[in-house]
């Protein structure tokens, strides 16, 4: 026994029952809060974890391909942007002309119609002058008739009379 009694006298001096004790603890606490199955849930949580982010991954790269896709494009659509914009300006640009050409050809025309009016009126006005200016040297020269020759008063009394007195029969 004195090989029992070392063993134990050697436990005693290293630590080793304090060692045991503690490992034992430890086995029994595991036991009890149920470690593999914690560790397991830890390992499928980091699989499924890896398996989300496999798929992050793939959805990650299917949505960069599609969008170096649609930038590989944009260069021609610009093209097309700025071609249609250069063919629309000068569509517009065509249009200002012509509209401008038809407003001038307007405004030529309204200028004849309004210098025309304004002739037409300028000519009554000389006429209407000259017509006044007639009548005036008409009297005139009746006033001096009938002043060197008295008897064509008279005359011109009688025929008037005559002519008053056609009119009440």
């Known amino acids: 026994m004195s090989g029992v009694g070392e063993i134990i006298n050697y436990i005693g001096r290293t630590n080793l029952f304090n060692f045991i004790i503690f490992f034992g603890i430890i086995v029994w606490v595991c036991k009890k809060i149920n470690v593999s199955e914690k560790i397991e849930a830890s390992r499928s949580s980091v699989v499924d974890n890896i ?9 990650s790269e299917d949505d960069l391909r599609k ?6 494009h944009i260069e021609e659509e610009i093209d097309k942007i700025i071609k249609k914009s250069e063919k629309n ?11 401008a ?3 001038v050809g307007n405004i030529k025309e309204n200028s004849k119609k309004s210098i025309e009016a304004r002739a037409g009126l300028i000519k009554n006005d000389i006429l209407r002058r ?3 200016a007639s009548i005036d040297v008409a009297r005139n020269h009746i006033i001096e008739e009938l002043n060197r020759n008295p008897e064509l ?17």
């Not at 398996?51 to 959805?59: L, Q, R």
């Not at 969008?67 to 590989?72: A, P």
């Not at 300006?89 to 509209?99: C, T």
């Open 101 to 103: 050409k038809v407003t």
């Open 130 to 132: 000259a017509s006044i």
């Open 153 to 169: 008063h008279n005359k011109l009394i009688d025929e008037s009379i005559e002519a008053v007195n056609g009119v009440l029969i």
């Open 51 to 59: 398996e989300n982010s496999k798929t992050a991954k793939s959805e």
């Open 89 to 99: 300006a000068q569509m517009v640009g065509e249009k200002i002309l012509s509209d």
């Open 67 to 72: 969008i170096e896709e649609s930038v590989s």
